[in-house]
């Protein structure tokens, strides 16, 4: 590939990263829909899916008043070579951040980490195939400075050090949380490391591991 043609790749995917979470946390749902290749996954906390699945629960959320934004840092890409130039790595530093009720008290829970994406080119046209964030660490703080909320330290032991907080007022919402998502360290995080090695030489993208 030409450097220009790899400039071009490297802006378009960005783009695509950029405009994930600008659309999604603005409910321009027609324009985030594009963002996805038809057989592109979510994994998020709490649902995992096809995308239109996400899209679906995400809408359901919005209309319910359910507030999750993102917010993004750097990004690096890892193209493909050879046959899979098509095919890209990307992980992006961001944080997701949720408001809402925690025993009466208003919260916001801000979590620390990676979008960890498995993208490709077709048809000319870059899209996500697989989304599966990183959750690296995690706190929740009450809105008004002099309120205090307790937490039940076995809801909260049932969940990764690094998404903890975030699992808590999602299970309070009624959302079955997945309590194995990978994490800065540890077996999940390798095995997704493994998977976006074996995406950039032909793999499938097969997630969550068995």
């Not at 592109?40 to 359901?60: C, K, L, P």
């Not at 999940?188 to 068995?210: F, I, S, T």
Request: aromatic share 10%; net charge negative; hydrophobic share 40%.
């Amino acid at each position: 590939a030409s450097l220009n043609g790899e400039l071009l790749d490297r802006l378009a995917i960005r783009d695509l990263i950029e405009n994930w979470a600008l659309w999604r946390d603005a409910g321009f749902w027609e324009k985030f829909r594009t963002c996805w290749h038809d057989d592109g996954r979510m994994m998020a906390t709490w649902t995992q899916g096809t995308a239109d699945e996400f899209i679906a629960m995400s809408r359901e959320g919005w209309d319910k008043g359910v507030s999750i934004l993102h917010f993004l840092g750097g990004t690096t890409i890892e193209l493909g070579t050879g046959a899979w130039r098509d095919r890209a790595v990307v992980q992006t530093k961001m944080t997701i951040s949720q408001r809402g009720e925690v025993h009466d008290t208003l919260v916001d829970v801000v979590c620390t980490g990676r979008f960890y994406d498995l993208v490709e080119k077709r048809g000319g046209k870059w899209g996500v195939v697989l989304r599966q964030p990183i959750y690296e660490k995690d706190r929740m703080d009450p809105v008004d400075p002099a309120a205090t909320v307790e937490l039940d330290p076995d809801i909260l032991a049932r969940f990764p050090v690094g998404y903890r907080h975030l699992a808590y007022i999602q299970h309070l919402i009624g959302y079955p949380v997945k309590d194995d998502m990978p994490g800065l360290t540890g077996p999940m995080v390798e095995k997704l490391y493994a998977l976006g090695a074996a995406w950039l030489e032909g793999g499938d993208p097969d997630w969550p591991p068995a």
